[in-house]
């Protein structure tokens, strides 16, 4: 799965010249929390609801609200936006572009084709990906469980799902408790949660949980 597949647009993009006033009520009104900063078709920075909230006066300020109002009113989003814009390219893996988000503690990036913005990809977007990775949507019988890290161990797995009738809504592989194994979450339909139990345990290092949900 690439970044093109899953990103959101069109683009809802912002001028830096734009008072912050109202870049945040552009942002609250198409319910989004980020949006690129362009200029004659170049991306020059990315402003926040958190970068416009912080740019506001603080409560304890002697300013009276006609004051504040005024200088508020004069700031614009080039004033508090960020200048040095982490992008992704819209051909880069979905994992490549979640490991960047999370190293650079970035909730969203914008995704370009060479020097173009086509969309952004952001952390909602990836917790929508999770929830079809681990089948949360569909109802059927979760496991998690551990195998030992070495080769066929999952396809020893799917082989006793396949002969039991059972059929496999989703499976992750996560880091186990230590280097020589590997968690596993699963989930099926199609097998009952005792009879998966008795299917696993001869077969895995230890049934961590089974449940229907």
């Not at 200029?39 to 002697?62: F, W």
């Not at 936006?81 to 880069?92: I, Q």
């Not at 496991?143 to 799917?158: D, I, R, Y």
């Not at 280097?179 to 230890?206: A, C, F, W, Y």
């Amino acid at each position: 799965m690439l970044v093109g597949q899953r990103m959101a647009r069109p683009v809802i993009t912002i001028t830096p010249d734009l008072p912050i006033t109202e870049a945040l009520s552009l942002l609250k009104r198409n319910d989004i929390r980020r949006a690129p900063v362009v200029k004659r078709g170049k991306l020059v920075g990315i402003v926040t609801i958190a970068d416009i909230m912080n740019a506001s006066p603080s409560q304890a300020t002697s300013l009276s609200i006609w004051e504040v109002n005024y200088l508020v009113s004069k700031i614009t989003v080039k004033d508090v936006m960020t200048k040095n814009v982490v992008t992704v390219p819209e051909d880069m893996p979905i994992e490549d572009a979640a490991r960047l988000m999370a190293d650079t503690k970035i909730g969203g990036l914008p995704v370009m084709r060479g020097k173009e913005i086509v969309g952004m990809i952001t952390e909602t977007d990836l917790f929508k990906i999770m929830l079809e990775m681990m089948g949360a949507r569909q109802i059927g019988v979760r496991a998690s469980f551990l195998v030992p890290n070495q080769a066929g161990e999952l396809a020893k797995v799917s082989k006793l799902v396949f002969k039991s009738g059972g059929n496999i809504l989703a499976l992750g592989t996560f880091s186990g408790e230590s280097p020589s194994n590997t968690l596993v979450t699963l989930k099926v339909e199609g097998i009952e949660p005792d009879v998966l139990r008795q299917l696993l345990e001869p077969s895995v290092l230890e049934v961590q949980d089974i449940r229907i949900c």
